[in-house]
Structures are given as structure tokens and as C-alpha cells.
């Protein structure tokens, strides 16, 4: 932990009705906590200084879903997000064997719920050879692969794309493909230095397959930048709980490292056309389950959520159709669970204020909605209005947390606010805009539950060039309040009173 005197600060106040400061303070924290937000403070004994030179300062920003060994594999993937077909991507996949013969083909990014039809390994085979290729769908729940990848991952060898459950668990051994070097130290590094230049002071680490023994390593290695917290799989749970780790608990004797929640995936995604739906989908004649599926049956999600809880440690239960969603809040009602609904994309209204009721989060990735509006639009029709419905939960009084989801999503936490204030990334107007939030909600719900910088808080801090809450624009012109978050400047960034970025 550091201290630091951070001079002549514009506190920015995300409570409703708070009024700023009149003019700027300083901030004075100690040993990563702040001691005390004032005018003309003393140097604490030891601090270093930064002059913010009338810059408006928040609480450090966080993104509360990511899986961070895939956003910094990403560069290093063939990007498939603008392929509008099955020969779009096989195209794209020959001409990368023909560039590097050697090598396997990993891809990423591609939407295939909007093309005519379902892809098959036998194409993939027909343009790869002996090459192995494995194209990983832009939500992360299925991938194509040709027979050479099969094989190699040690999967049964067939002619449709792995889904869900089985694509999960096979996802761990691409490293036996591909190698670490995309997961290394320095790679990590270069990508929380990316994360700290955008604001970012905390993340949850929600990546498949690891340990909490590689996050311990690799903060020794440089990798200590920003505050981490780890989530744990089933697979891993047991481990766990027998180190006796509750969420919050510290990871490697440092308290920026810490132990987060057990993560539950209860149902599939929209683009995969598995997230579980009270009605049959659009299109459900394509589909071998009409309504998508839940993952874990309601006695397997309770037994779960039981355990963790009773091991000290939060949930965070995937549900993306708006029946799992029901059915996540009805396992929290029986177990007493804490924790959160990740995504929650399609509720009912009487889930949400059972939301609310329970206490459980939800912790939503806004600009999945600039990425699925035209889908949801096409398969799911009128429950559209349903869909990422932010305006229902804080106005029932569910606690918002804002992500990503990188990288489904870029990890950039001003993009998120950006779609859940404008709700549309092109000429079009605001898709649902009766659902939209307030600059100053947005920010509120991206700060981790630090409302202000005041004495107790921890000592994470931004400093912007420019007032967030946009007080100088019409906040009715919905397209310049999202095209100024969206370039929001970030002068820097403190973690625990240590900078982590300057610009």
C-alpha cells in the first residue's frame, strides 16, 4: 500500500442531490486508503504528490466481469467479427493458413445466429487440411472446429460446432495447441496497463480454467498493477474450500488481490441460441431446443449455491433468458445466497423487484445490447422491450455493477456507459431508450460502491480532463452524452494511492 497527496482535485459527487465542492481539494491517502478530502491539506510523512491541476476526480472505476487470459489472447486471434457468413469466415481461414502454414489457427469473434445456416466441420476441413483451427463464437459459448482441433483437444469427432457445457471444459486445453505465450507476465502487464489508461482500478476475473495459484504467481511478476479479484469455477471449488478462502479474503497476502465469488454458468447466450426463454425462440424450428436450456437442473443450481454460501462465498449465476433469470432468483430465495445475476438480459418486471427484494445484483455488460439489438429484435421479437432493461432495476432498487465481459465486449469501462446512456452505436436513435440511465447512474454503477472520495474510502482515484457528469451538454441529447463518455480523457489513474497511469 502507498500514500499519496493528490492536490487541487474537483471531487466529483455521484449521490443524486450531493452538491460538488465549490472549488477544488485535496486528497490526502495513506497506506491505500483515503485519510482525509479537504482544502490546503499537510503532506502526510512519506507521501508522494500529484498536482491534478483542477481535474474533476472520482472513485476508481471497476469492470465487474471479464475473463482476462481470453482479452489478452485476443490480439493475437484471427479477428472474425465482421464475418456475415460461413465462407466469410472459411475465406478468412485459408488465407491465414496461406500466410502462416505452421501455424494453428485460432479465431475469434464471429456471430453465426445471424447467418442462414448452420456451419459444419466438414467445410472447415475442406479449406484447413492438417492445420488446426478453432473459431471461438463472439459470446464465448460454442466454438467450430475443424477434425484436426478435435482430435487434438481429445473430443469426439463430428460434424456440427461444440456448444456450451462440453466447449467449456475443453477450452483449457487450447494452451496444449497454442502454448502460454499469450498468457505470460508481460502480456498480463501490457494489458493492465491498457485497463489502468482507461480509468480501470479493479476488475473480477471470471476466466475459465484457472487458478488462483497463477494469479498469485504472476503478482509477483509485475502483474500487480491494478485490484484483481478471482473468481472459482465448480471445478476448482472444491480446492477452495478446503483452503477455507471466503470471497474477500486475501490472495498472495495482499488485500488488491482477493478472493471473489463462484461463478455459475446456468444457461447458454442469445447468439448461441441456448439462454434459457419462458417462450421458444424466433427461429425455434432450427433449433433442437426451442426455448434454450438450462445447464444445471433447479436441484443441481440449489445444491451449488448451498455449498458456496455455506463456505463463505458470494455467487455469481449466469442467466441471460428470462427464465433462468427466474429460476437464479428462486435458488437464491431457497439457499439464502448472496450474490449476483450476471447479464440478466431478458427479465420479466416481477423479477426484477424480486431482485430487488433479495438483495442480489445484477451485474450487466451494456454494450452486449449495441452488438445484439438487431438479433434480439429478429429472435426474440416484442420481449425486446424486456431486454437489458436498466431502468427497471435501479428504479425497483437493484444494485447496478457495470462490465464488459471482455472480450465479447471491449474492456472499457466509458463504452459501457456510453450504450446504457445512448443505447445505440450508429445513426439509429436509442433502441428501448425508455430503459436508458443518467450520466451520473452510470458512473455510480461503475465505481464499486464508492460513491465519493471521503475519509474511509479506499484510495483509488481517476483524474479526467473533462467533468464526467457532462453537466455543460443537454442531457435529453442522448447521441453527444455517449459520444463524450466514449472519449472521456483519462489523465490518470490511482490504485491504493500508487499511480498506476499518467497520461
Not at 433479495?358 to 424486456?386: F, M, N, Y
Request: glycine share 8%; proline share 5%.
Amino acid at each position: 500500500m502507498s500514500s499519496l497527496l493528490i492536490r487541487n482535485a474537483r471531487l466529483v459527487p455521484l449521490v443524486a442531490g450531493e452538491p460538488a465542492p465549490d472549488s477544488p481539494v485535496d486528497v490526502a491517502i495513506e497506506d491505500g486508503v483515503v485519510t482525509a478530502a479537504g482544502p490546503a491539506l499537510d503532506r502526510p510523512a512519506g507521501a508522494d504528490e500529484l498536482d491534478a491541476e483542477g481535474r474533476w476526480a472520482t472513485p476508481g472505476l471497476w469492470d465487474q466481469h471479464t475473463h482476462l487470459a481470453q482479452w489478452t489472447l485476443a490480439s493475437q486471434r484471427l479477428d472474425l467479427a465482421g464475418a456475415r457468413s460461413p465462407e466469410d469466415a472459411t475465406r478468412a481461414v485459408a488465407e491465414r493458413i496461406a500466410d502462416y502454414p505452421d501455424l494453428p489457427v485460432i479465431g475469434w469473434g464471429h456471430r453465426s445466429a445471424g447467418w442462414d445456416r448452420e456451419v459444419t466441420v466438414s467445410e472447415l476441413d475442406a479449406v484447413s487440411g492438417d492445420t488446426a483451427v478453432v473459431l471461438i463464437s463472439g459470446d464465448g459459448h460454442h466454438a467450430w472446429l475443424n477434425t484436426t482441433a478435435l482430435l487434438h483437444l481429445a473430443m469426439p469427432v463430428r460434424d456440427s460446432v461444440v456448444r456450451e457445457t462440453e466447449w467449456f471444459a475443453a477450452y483449457p486445453r487450447l494452451a496444449t495447441l497454442v502454448g502460454n505465450d499469450g498468457t505470460s507476465p508481460e502480456a498480463y502487464r501490457r494489458m493492465l496497463d491498457e485497463a489502468a489508461s482507461r480509468g480501470i482500478t479493479g476488475m473480477v476475473d471470471f476466466e475459465f480454467g484457472a487458478s488462483r495459484e497463477d494469479w498469485a504467481e504472476r503478482w509477483t511478476q509485475d502483474c500487480d498493477l491494478l485490484r484483481i479479484r478471482w473468481a472459482t469455477y465448480l471445478n476448482t471449488l472444491d480446492d477452495v474450500i478446503a483452503a477455507g478462502l471466503r470471497t474477500g479474503d486475501p490472495l498472495a497476502g495482499d488485500p488488491r488481490l482477493t478472493m471473489g465469488p463462484l461463478k455459475i454458468i446456468s444457461d447458454g447466450s442469445l447468439n448461441t441460441r441456448t439462454a434459457w426463454c419462458c417462450e421458444p425462440y424466433g427461429d425455434a424450428h432450427r433449433l433442437e431446443y426451442p426455448s434454450g436450456q438450462p445447464n444445471l437442473s433447479g436441484a443441481e443450481l440449489r445444491e451449488q449455491l448451498g455449498r458456496a454460501h455455506r463456505a463463505g462465498l458470494e455467487i455469481a449465476t449466469h442467466a441471460i433468458g428470462d427464465a433462468a433469470v427466474q429460476e437464479a432468483l428462486a435458488a437464491y430465495a431457497d439457499t439464502g445466497a448472496r450474490g449476483s445475476v450476471e447479464h440478466a438480459q431478458m427479465a420479466r418486471r416481477d423479477d426484477v423487484r424480486r431482485m430487488a427484494e433479495l438483495g442480489i445484483r445484477a451485474s450487466v455488460q451494456p454494450a452486449h445490447l449495441l452488438d445484439d439489438r438487431d438479433l434480439t429484435d429478429k429472435i426474440w421479437g416484442e420481449r425486446a422491450e424486456r431486454c437489458f432493461a436498466f431502468r427497471w432495476m435501479l428504479d425497483d432498487g437493484v444494485e447496478l455493477a457495470l462490465g464488459s465481459d471482455a472480450p465479447v465486449s471491449p474492456l472499457d469501462p466509458w463504452l459501457a456507459m456510453a450504450a446504457a446512456v445512448h443505447r445505440s452505436a450508429d445513426e439509429r436513435g436509442p433502441w428501448h431508450g425508455e430503459q436508458a440511465l443518467s450520466v451520473r447512474e452510470v458512473l455510480a454503477a461503475s465505481v464499486d460502491g464508492q460513491p465519493t472520495l471521503a475519509t474511509g474510502s479506499r484510495g483509488d482515484v481517476v483524474l479526467l480532463d473533462r467533468d464526467p457528469l457532462l453537466s455543460d451538454l443537454d442531457q435529453r441529447d442522448t447521441a453527444s452524452l455517449g459520444t463524450a463518455l466514449r472519449t472521456m480523457p483519462v489523465a490518470a489513474t490511482v490504485v491504493a494511492g500508487r499511480i498506476a497511469h499518467r497520461a
